[in-house]
């Protein structure tokens, strides 16, 4: 779906979005000044959908974005990955909960696959660490998004790569 969905949206499903907060169903906040967990965009654009519009992507598609530098480092992109990614599957469960978005419980093996998946990647592609540490970023947060939805303790592993990318 489109970066930045809640940024052009219709009056009716902004309407329909504030109905839910209002009523404490919809309870996943956006990005607030430096915190980077996020989710209302998502609930905006799943609120949409649920009330039969469409959205999507297309390259014919141009919107200009300014960004400050600052936030263009590679440690707000890791950030940003991470969190944008761990907020996804409740705010997609509170808004279809009728077809939520089955939920499996993280282990610490699968934590440490991808630990491993990552480290096998950097040195087969030493030169392209940025890609391999988003990317790396981005699957830790898609587990973290399984521990937010399920409303689990947070493995100990996950407390240590959000220190380590709060630095």
Known sequence: Y???TGLIMKAIVLHEYMRGVKENK??????NAGSFTSGGD???LYVALKMGYFAGSSPSIKLKHNILPSKLKLSNIVKLVYFTNAGQIKAYNEVFTDHPYQICKINSGMIFKSIFGFTKQFIKHPLKPEYELVSFSKKLGMMKAQII?????NHWLFNIWERIINL
Do not use: C, F, I, N
Not at 26 to 31: G, S, Y
Not at 149 to 153: L, V
């Open 149 to 153: 939805a399920a409303d689990q303790k």
């Open 26 to 31: 919809l309870t996943m906040t956006d990005r």
């Open 42 to 44: 998502s609930q905006m």
């Open 2 to 4: 489109p970066y930045g």
